[in-house]
């Protein structure tokens, strides 16, 4: 539970009940969460772009070879729909669900909480397409609750170990992952 912020595992344990094995509980998720996420991905390109274009994108979706991580019992595919239904609410302008889901997202991988960065920059996009600030305290409440989500998995962390950054101990002896500079990678 340390480890990995709690959606994911939890949402196992619960699906867990229902059909008695853990494996099976995990690919049921995710594999539904992918179908979800790629219903969610052809309706926000069919904010901008054609019908074509999006059924175009969904497909090279699946067909990518790194797809393979969203069938099996990993959480990219919950973090991928819960990412995407935040951007495509906010797109709709519809905040507070946005950011609830994003909250959900930063509780399911510990890069949700860039979702801030995300729904802020939607937030001022539609403020210049419309030449003014928006009045929005939803908005504000929605570009926060990512890093909220965020810091309620450090509090987790700091209330179990006394560390809010202990997942980050565990990552780097276990995972050999550790934070670095983009370039590094390369």
């Known amino acids: 539970l340390l480890i990995f912020p709690p959606v994911y595992p939890l949402l196992i344990q619960v699906v867990t009940y229902f059909v008695g094995n853990p494996i099976w509980a995990g690919l049921l998720i995710s594999n539904l969460a992918f179908v979800a996420g790629l219903c969610i991905l052809h309706q926000l390109i069919r904010l901008d772009f054609d ?13 990518f070879p790194t797809a393979y991580f969203f069938h099996v019992v990993y959480s990219e595919s919950v973090f991928f729909a819960l990412s995407l239904g935040t951007i495509y609410l906010a797109r709709k302008e ?48 929605a570009v926060l609750l990512p890093l909220l989500g965020f810091a309620l998995f450090l509090l987790l962390n700091w209330s179990h170990t006394g560390d809010p950054f202990h997942f980050m101990k565990i990552y780097q002896m276990q995972l050999g992952r550790h934070l670095a500079p983009p370039w590094e990678g390369f």
């Open 94 to 141: 519809r905040w507070l669900p946005a950011g609830l889901l994003g909250l959900l997202a930063a509780l399911t991988r510990t890069p949700g909480f860039i979702l801030s960065v995300i729904l802020a920059a939607e937030y001022f996009q539609q403020c210049r397409e419309r030449r003014k600030l928006l009045p929005c305290k939803a908005a504000l409440v």
């Open 51 to 63: 019908r074509k274009t999006a059924e175009l994108t969904v497909w090279l979706y699946i067909c």
